[in-house]
Structures are given as C-alpha cells and as structure tokens.
C-alpha cells in the first residue's frame, strides 16, 4: 500500500504502530511528516517552534496533507515556524483494496444510548490521542530536531469531522483549534 510503504523511506517522513489503551490491543498506524527540508535548516532562534496538525484517518489524507505541507513551506520566509502533520490510520494489508478500515466507524462517533457495538467509541479514541501519542509526537520533534511544540490543531473531514466537532464540544481545551467538516454538520 503506498500510504504505508512509502513513508518508511523518506527523510521527512516516518511511521510507526501504536497500540490502543484497551484490552483488545487494537493497533493504529501513526504517520508523521516534516518540512523535506527542515533537518537542513539552521533557524535564527534556539527551540524553534512547532505547529502540529492532528489529522483523523490518516490512510486516506496523509501523503496529500504532506504534499501541502511541503509545497506551502517552501513558499514561505525561513524564519516562519515550521509545522508538523501527525496522521492517525490503521494498519492494512498489502493486498487490502480499500484505505478505510471498518474500526474506523467505532473510533469516530460518539457514544449514543442505543448501539449496535459498532460505533460510539470516539471517547476512547480521544483518550488514546492524548494519552499515547502526544507524547511520543513532542519526543519526535524535540529530541532529533530540538525543537518545541507549539499549537496544536485536530483535523477531519465527513466523518472525521464529527468526531472533530464531538472532540471541541466535549474537551474543548484538548487543542488549540479545531477544523471539522463534514455534509452532516
């Protein structure tokens, strides 16, 4: 699959899996996407600053958002802060014909008093942005790059964006700036 074999070996990109707080042990494939010039930058201040951008099914929107991205630092001024794009998707098999992953219905919507089981796991999966992957995202950009996190953003389009929406109603203080949309809203 290209989202997922083609990040592996780029210098401004990397991937890897994490594991979900439950008992299941469901695995999420994290992306994460850098300015293709950044580790030759030499910035005028110390701890530079860094945007990052939380982006919800990352199989479908990461290589496009890496390619914005890209395109949009390099029109810039040096000295403008760079930004970071952290996708979160799923693992899928090389022969999958599909970048959706059926999880993704459960870790999208909101719990609701009647379910099938299918849905309704959008706090959960809230719980795994903030609990496991913030912090291996700061020691990412901190430890090899020596830089900051800076604001954070949550983004996510149809589907996506309802549990944007859910995420700025119900945690409002969880990041800096939401960006949802979706037909439904």
Known sequence: MLSQSFI???HCSESWKLNSLTATEEHYLVQIGYHRDWTYRSPSFAK?????????GGNSVFLAALESLHRRLSMIPQSFSDGVIVAIGYPLSPDSSTVMCPRRTKDLTPSA???SGLEGGADAFLD??????EDPVERRIQEPRGATIGKEALFGHSLRGIF?????CTRPNSFNCFLGGSLRI
Request: charged share 15%.
């Open 8 to 10: 592996d070996h780029t």
């Open 48 to 56: 530079p600053c860094i945007q990052v951008i939380y982006l919800v």
């Open 113 to 115: 008093e009647v379910t």
């Open 128 to 133: 795994l942005i903030q609990d496991k992957l």
């Open 164 to 168: 944007v929406l859910h995420a700025l």
